[in-house]
């Protein structure tokens, strides 16, 4: 017996359970996979330490910080070591150059790619964006309460937020609505594009504006620096299990959960895949994408409208991944941790194989590889379709086929930083729709919910099952680390005494 069950360790649900443990509750964690983090699981192969997914972070290694990733490790008292950097790599249709983060130096790049005219409508964007970037982090989530204690919670930020009610309106719309108020220049428009698609998996017309707002305030404020964390994504799944075991809970890894039980109208507890019934006393708490989570729940327990609702939520895209172990023998030493490379605005920023993005995080920390090597992950983001894998055997010839053919556009952008990379290669694992779906437990492989800002609203954690609550990239505020976190938080406090909360909320100043 345990007081909450939550099921799956992505960052969502470790977020969650970690407060929840802070709290005081007994919590158990179960992770179908053998290692915890979900998309942000960490991997080894011959020496070579791999980030499963994201390796962008910022806005983490400073606190207080309006991250609520970084939110979520203050109130547990865990952290990691962050190295901080400023390059990045494009390789881009109008050429391949480096560029440091920061409104001020991106104007140097426009300065050079586009002229006087671009620079002074970018620099008219950025003040255009300063309203709505203030009001975007004015309310910190972790104020948020999906209840009415909210009204406790959401008191100690109100005269922050008041000062900012003006642009609050514009902030649940599109970006691409406020992208079109001010910018006409194409390479701008395409830049504000492909930042959109990163964040969220869709194009700006269907990106919220508060997360393009978010993302202003944080890589476009003075002395911009990004973040990685020593020992890679795994390091930081590690800090949050540290969060929770510290306060007595429990991680169960190989733990696949089949159904959640229901007794009188409310979940009670899981049955894990070998049969064995594990009973929550207080809640259960789901961190699997929507998709995933309504195979657990059994007839009846939700109402017909519910469940037809969220099944027909639309769904991005997947990914194709090479993660590579190579040799670093003679490589420039300046080689920059990230690139993102674009074939063709022209075809759209969605579209399949047009956008790719390399990590050498080894570049940062090198404890990530063998000595004289280098760890790097290549994948498309977002923009692999399900429908052309679904089905194949992945023993047979024609999926070693595809995956051969759809994996060369990650070589191909590679070889434009690294020309001989297949020679160097030591490890080569090249990783499908079907590998994503399987690994990390996700319906299709999907990124996660393609909701278009303005039209669809991604859902609070709360459920018509009574002790049933729902966290990660499905439910409100989306997609990526820090939103994920956000999740985690809300679905805690849907479940944790307003007093607890605001304790948290002093102890963080906010
Ligand atoms: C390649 C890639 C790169 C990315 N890059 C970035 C980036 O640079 N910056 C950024 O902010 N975001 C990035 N993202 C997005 C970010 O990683 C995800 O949005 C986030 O990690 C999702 O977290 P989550 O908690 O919602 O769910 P997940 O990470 O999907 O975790 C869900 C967990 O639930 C488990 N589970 C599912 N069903 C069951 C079951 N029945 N029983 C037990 N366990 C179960 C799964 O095994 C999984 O561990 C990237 C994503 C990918 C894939």
């Not at 309106?169 to 428009?189: E, W």
């Not at 994996?407 to 434009?416: D, I, N």
């Amino acid at each position: 017996m345990t007081d909450i069950v939550v099921i799956g360790s992505g960052i969502g649900g470790l977020s969650c359970a970690a407060l929840l443990a802070r709290y005081g509750y007994q919590v158990t964690v179960c992770e179908s996979h053998s290692l915890p983090g979900g998309a942000a699981h960490g991997f080894e192969r011959s020496g070579f330490k791999f980030d499963s997914g994201p390796s962008l972070y910022s806005g983490l290694s400073y606190s207080p910080s309006p991250n609520p990733l970084r939110q979520v490790l203050d109130a547990i008292g865990e952290d990691v070591d962050w190295v901080n950097y400023d390059t990045w790599g494009c390789l881009l249709p109008e050429g391949e150059f480096e560029t440091q983060v920061g409104a001020e130096q991106f104007a140097l790049v426009l300065e050079r790619l586009r002229g006087a005219h671009a620079v002074a409508e970018w620099r008219r964007l950025q003040e255009f964006m300063e309203p709505y970037s203030k009001a975007a982090i004015a309310l910190p989530v972790a104020n948020l309460r999906p209840n009415l204690g909210a009204i406790q919670t959401l008191g100690r930020s109100l005269p922050q937020l008041l000062k900012h009610l003006s642009a609050i309106p514009k902030l649940t719309g599109p970006f691409g609505d406020l992208m079109d108020q001010v910018v006409t220049d194409p390479f701008i428009r395409n830049w504000l594009q492909l930042l959109s698609f990163l964040l969220s998996g869709l194009p700006a017309e269907e990106t919220s504006a508060a997360a393009v707002s978010f993302m202003f305030a944080d890589w476009y404020r003075p002395e911009v620096q990004l973040d990685y964390p020593v020992g890679g994504s795994a390091a930081l799944v590690d800090a949050f299990v540290r969060g929770i075991e510290k306060h007595s809970g429990e991680l169960r890894l190989s733990a696949h959960v089949e159904q959640v039980l229901v007794e009188n109208g409310k979940a009670v507890g899981v049955r894990l895949r070998n049969g064995e019934a594990l009973r929550a006393d207080v809640a259960v708490v789901v961190n699997a994408s929507v998709w995933d989570m309504l195979k657990l729940l059994p007839e009846g327990a939700v109402p017909q409208s519910f469940l037809q609702q969220r099944e027909e939520t639309p769904e991005c895209d997947s990914f194709m991944h090479l993660h590579l172990g190579i040799d670093a023998a003679g490589l420039p030493d300046d080689l920059a941790c990230h690139y993102i490379c674009v074939n063709d605005w022209e075809l759209g920023i969605t579209a399949p194989q047009n956008v790719v993005l390399i990590s050498i995080p080894s570049r940062l920390d090198p404890s990530l590889a063998p000595a004289g090597q280098h760890t790097i992950h290549v994948y498309t983001p977002g923009n692999e379709p399900f429908e052309i894998w679904q089905g194949l055997d992945r023993k047979s010839e024609e999926y070693q086929q595809l995956k051969l053919e759809r994996s060369q556009c990650l070589w191909q952008a590679l070889e434009r930083v690294i020309p001989d990379v297949r020679d160097r290669a030591k490890v080569t694992l090249v990783g499908t729709p079907l590998t994503h779906g399987r690994f990390l437990r996700r319906h299709h492989g999907s990124y996660g919910p393609a909701l278009a800002a303005g039209k669809a609203m991604f859902p609070w954690p709360q459920t018509p099952l009574k002790g049933f609550y729902c966290c990660g990239d499905s439910t409100f505020p989306g997609i990526g680390l820090p939103a994920v976190a956000a999740s985690g938080m809300l679905a805690a406090h849907a479940i944790a005494p307003v007093s607890k909360h605001l304790e948290m909320l002093k102890q963080l100043g906010l």
